[in-house]
Nanobody, 125 residues
Framework: QVQLVESGGGLVQAGGSLRLSCAAS????????MGWYRQAPGKQRELVAI???????????SVKGRFSTSRDHARGNAKNTVYLQMNSLNLDDTTIYYC???????????????WGQGTQVTVSS
């Protein structure tokens, strides 16, 4: 199967920056898109940024111009890593961020979404 491990969350002052990383590992046949979602308490999980296997990106309107995502590619079972560079952070960015991969594992070859455990980002005033 596919495992996603996130890192890089933490506490930052408003206007500051953080960089999140997410490494995919396991028995990976291929990974299509990788991205970042966030979910505030009592709200639905929302897309923050996504990057396809060809490098195309898409962002939520609320983060355009402040956040950027990129991805390291790898073949077969090697790691795929996606990054989220977050600049000009504001209080509304405080929440848990989840890494997502649209992947096909060896064995089942069943395409599905995989999720990381989430990493907390807290922006203070």
């Amino acid at each position: 199967q596919v495992q996603l491990v996130e890192s890089g969350g933490g506490l930052v002052q408003a206007g500051g920056s953080l960089r999140l990383s997410c490494a995919a590992s396991g028995s990976i046949f291929s990974i299509n898109a990788m991205g970042w979602y966030r979910q505030a308490p009592g709200k639905q999980r929302e897309l923050v940024a996504i990057v396809t296997s060809s490098g195309n990106t898409n962002y939520a309107d609320s983060v355009k111009g402040r956040f950027s995502t990129s991805r390291d590619h790898a073949r077969g079972n090697a790691k795929n890593t996606v990054y989220l560079q977050m600049n000009s952070l504001n209080l509304d960015d405080t929440t848990i961020y989840y890494c997502n991969a649209d992947a096909i594992p060896y064995g089942t070859f069943a395409r599905r979404d995989y999720w990381g455990q989430g990493t907390q980002v807290t922006v203070s005033s």
